[in-house]
């Protein structure tokens, strides 16, 4: 039937029609769609309008394109399970912890590249400032300094890769010291030079940061390691314990290089899935974050995965325990 007696624009009757036979596996996974040529041919319009009706499930995931072969249906692949709220909790960026025993093979982040271009040393941790988005999820104002680590994660036999990245305010691990409160309406009115600068490290009625040398000096931080012989959950357990922890899993599309990055197909989102730990106050100290290609994973709380697929090896299934 030509697009224009269906009403609406062509280009979206089309493509309503091409994702119903996807669906009903009129063009099973993996297979090749017919060409622009027929396509135009067969709803009556020009090969423009088809390109623009194709377009459309491209961004949707339905469709990819391979130059010089033509359009196919994504094929379906296999997801795995990342499981939350595990009984036991460990921290995956320790240096003791052992992601090979669940098939990951630890790899550098781009993070790591992004500053060694920049001259800085920093293979997979840095003291940096919080953006908007770390200090969303730690309660913390923007620009407050934290403990920033990060690696990728390759499974050797599903050769995928996931982001693993961790933060935390460095003043609660006592690397500097704890932030001078202020009214928020200030913010906007310090000077960084001034010397009560609540953010500036050299603020007379500030603490000292404990467990570090004499000649410390925190503008040496960004340039080299901040790997300490202490272990981060050790530490803020100790300071801050009693601790909790708390998981959550959001969606969004990928940004700058995370598609490439991660093999993130055209149109497809990424999990954000997130573990905090908190205090007994409910304040955040921690905040692990694993991003994995929403078409190759899916999440489940332990628990309920764990007795539900008992009897079936559903446990086989997953590759990650947060």
Do not use: C
Request: hydrophobic share 35%; glycine share 6%.
């Amino acid at each position: 039937m030509p697009a224009a007696e269906s009403g609406g624009p062509a280009w979206r009757v089309i493509a309503d029609a091409l994702r119903s036979d996807i669906a009903d596996e009129v063009y099973p996974p993996g297979s090749p769609l017919p060409g622009e040529a027929p396509l135009a041919e067969r709803y009556d319009v020009s090969r423009p309008t088809v390109r623009r009706a194709i377009n459309v499930l491209v961004g949707e995931g339905l469709l990819t394109v391979a130059h010089g072969r033509g359009t196919f249906v994504r094929s379906r692949p296999e997801r795995r399970v990342i499981l939350i709220n595990a009984p036991k909790t460990a921290d995956l960026l320790a240096e003791d912890y052992d992601p090979s025993a669940q098939g990951w093979l630890r790899g550098e982040h781009a993070k790591a590249v992004e500053l060694r271009r920049a001259g800085v040393d920093a293979r997979d941790a840095v003291i940096t400032s919080a953006g908007r988005h770390e200090a969303e999820a730690l309660g913390v104002r923007t620009g407050t300094r934290v403990v920033y680590r990060y690696e990728y994660w390759r499974h050797r036999t599903l050769h995928q890769t996931i982001a693993v990245t961790s933060i935390t305010p460095a003043h609660l691990v006592g690397l500097l010291p704890e932030p001078k409160p202020e009214e928020p309406a200030d913010l906007y009115d310090w000077d960084p030079d001034d010397p009560e600068y609540p953010y500036n490290s050299s603020s007379s009625n500030q603490e000292e940061p404990d467990d570090l040398p004499d000649d410390y000096d925190p503008q040496d931080e960004p340039e080299g390691s901040t790997s300490p012989e202490w272990k981060m959950y050790d530490r803020l357990t100790e300071r801050h314990g009693p601790v909790r922890f708390v998981s959550s899993v959001t969606a969004r599309m990928p940004v700058g290089d995370e598609a490439t990055d991660l093999a993130v197909a055209t149109g497809t989102a990424v999990l954000e899935v997130r573990r905090t730990m908190a205090d007994d106050q409910g304040r955040p100290l921690e905040v692990t974050t694993i991003t994995a290609p929403a078409d190759r994973f899916e999440v489940a709380s332990a628990p309920e995965w764990l007795a539900a697929t008992h009897h079936t090896g559903g446990d086989a299934a997953a590759v990650l325990r947060l």
